[in-house]
């Protein structure tokens, strides 16, 4: 490294080990390390920004995988920008998708973007959150300046993109459009002058345009930080509101405290690195203790006590456990249970009673639904007729009969 470029301390290495926990990839590293180097020397925080698009009214557990990384880069002493995509919401983020993604309305972005930096805000130290919306800088670009833009990036390179290839090898239609969600993406951080970008690993394209385009307008490229998307509570699918599977961090305390203990022992562990606060090296001790023969139940509770306390009260995660264990208190959960996945939800209680193989027939399920013989998430089902959206449950029959059921649409 040449001898004007500041040292690399001790300091700056245990700040890049907390960049980069958990994380999928930090491209480029070494011109972060450079980066954060130059920001200790100079006492001089880096710009770090995270984009979201309020497609939908609230924010669940996955969301909260980066915003975690920001608090932690917040912690640092890092300058943190949480933008709203209120303009690029209006275009639609192509990725990962096989269909063009109906554009949300003015009005629909409006009362869902009501929500979500107060929302953030219970990751985030508000007080040290820099809150912007990206319509700031591009309703003023009118038609020339998104030509200009435009001129920027090529179409070749745009088709590297593996959503867009698929589809245009697949003869699915790509509208002109989607090209510009990237691009726009891209132009925040130029208006923004980001040192760093984070987002999952399904925006790490968009990711790479913005340093391309900070290229293009003279600025050091940014370094970019994709963190895993995080399974839902199926421990399949991403989480995700439209598949059930999810968490939303506003939900009542019992509800996020059954939801957690509802997933699975080896999904735990993925929880604890990208959402639990605890260092690497407590959650290393909490693995040991369960190979040493300690019940992962208990580290489970941990977990699940952890999350609700950080979004509702200590207390409200105490009396969450207390119902939890109440509600099973008349047979115990077994460690290990049969792991069952049905399609079609939403579906009835009694068919899927019979399908995952907790009775024989339609008339023992509905036998035991009406003796109150029947729990789903530890609540007593006494409807026949209720009918189970897509999701995961834990459901028993009778005092010894559990499985653990995904339902999928």
């Not at 995080?230 to 019992?254: C, F, H, Q, R, W």
Request: glycine share 8%; charged share 25%; aromatic share 6%.
């Amino acid at each position: 490294m040449p001898s004007s470029e500041p040292s690399i301390t001790p300091q700056v290495e245990a700040d890049l080990l907390i960049t980069k926990r958990g994380c999928s990839e930090l491209l480029v590293e070494s011109e972060f390390v450079r980066k954060l180097a130059r920001s200790h020397a100079t006492g001089t925080p880096l710009r770090i920004k995270l984009g979201l698009d309020p497609t939908a009214p609230d924010i669940h557990l996955g969301h909260t995988v980066v915003l975690n990384k920001m608090r932690q880069l917040q912690d640092l002493g890092h300058s943190v920008i949480f933008l709203i995509g209120d303009f690029t919401s209006m275009i639609g983020d192509p990725s990962g998708r096989n269909a063009t993604r109906p554009p949300l309305t003015a009005e629909q972005i409006h009362e869902n973007a009501k929500t979500y930096y107060a929302q953030a805000s219970m990751v985030l130290d508000p007080s040290k959150t820099e809150i912007r919306y990206n319509s700031e800088w591009c309703d003023p670009l009118g038609a020339r300046g998104m030509i200009q833009l435009a001129s920027r990036y090529t179409v070749a390179r745009m088709m590297e993109r593996e959503d867009f290839t698929r589809r245009f090898k697949g003869g699915i239609p790509i509208s002109v459009h989607e090209f510009l969600y990237p691009l726009m993406q891209g132009y925040d951080s130029v208006a923004l002058k980001a040192d760093l970008e984070l987002g999952g690993t399904d925006q790490k394209f968009n990711l790479l345009v913005g340093r391309e385009l900070q290229k293009e307008y003279g600025q050091e490229p940014q370094c970019i930080l994709t963190m895993p998307l995080l399974e839902g509570t199926d421990g399949v699918d991403k989480m995700s509101k439209s598949k059930g599977n999810y968490i939303g961090i506003t939900e009542a305390p019992d509800s996020m405290f059954g939801k957690l203990m509802s997933i699975s022992d080896t999904l735990m562990w993925k929880y604890f690195e990208l959402l639990s606060f605890r260092t690497m090296d407590d959650i290393a001790g909490l693995q040991k203790q369960v190979k040493d023969g300690m019940n992962p139940r208990d580290a489970k509770v941990a977990l699940a006590q952890e999350i609700v306390a950080r979004f509702h009260t200590q207390q409200a995660a105490h009396d969450a456990l207390a119902s939890f264990e109440a509600r099973f208190r008349d047979g115990a959960i077994p460690d290990d249970m049969p792991e069952v996945q049905i399609a079609g939800a939403s579906l009835g209680i009694l068919k899927v009673l019979r399908e995952a193989g907790l009775v024989v027939s339609g008339a023992e399920a509905q036998r035991n639904v009406e003796q109150g013989g029947v729990r789903v998430n530890g609540d007593r089902i006494e409807d026949k007729a209720l009918q189970l959206a897509a999701g995961i449950y834990v459901i028993q029959v009778g005092k010894r009969k559990f499985a653990r059921v995904t339902l999928t649409g």
